[in-house]
Nanobody, 117 residues
Framework: QVQLVESGGGLVQAGGSLRLSCAASGIFFSMYTVGWYRQAPGKQRELVATITPGATITPGGSTNYADSVKSRFTISRDNAKNTVYLQMNSLKPEDTAVYYC?????WGQGTQVTVSS
């Protein structure tokens, strides 16, 4: 059975930091492009960041970010732990959302991030 489990969400003040984790079981996460998505109340789910599987040139995977989070968020992966992370710095109230990780056709259950002003 495949499971993606997010953790690390919570309540933080504007300007603060959180690190989200997405731990996979039942699949070799290292073989997947993994994305972090978020969905705020009343809004569509949006892509935040992606990381590809490692390659010779980019052993840790290539990354891509939504313009709204560039230079503030960092996606990374630890293949030994079958886990992908999202380091979120300089958080803003508009980052408030449920954050989901995705790999292939698999989704986690989401973790709530709330940023107070």
């Amino acid at each position: 059975q495949v499971q993606l489990v997010e953790s690390g969400g919570g309540l933080v003040q504007a300007g603060g930091s959180l690190r989200l984790s997405c731990a996979a079981s039942g699949i070799f996460f290292s073989m997947y492009t993994v994305g972090w998505y978020r969905q705020a109340p009343g809004k569509q789910r949006e892509l935040v960041a992606t990381i590809t599987p490692g390659a010779t040139i980019t052993p840790g995977g290539s990354t891509n970010y939504a313009d709204s989070v560039k230079s503030r968020f960092t996606i990374s992966r630890d293949n030994a732990k079958n886990t992908v992370y999202l380091q979120m710095n300089s958080l803003k109230p508009e980052d408030t959302a449920v954050y989901y990780c995705n790999g292939g056709r698999y989704w986690g259950q989401g973790t709530q991030v709330t940023v107070s002003s």
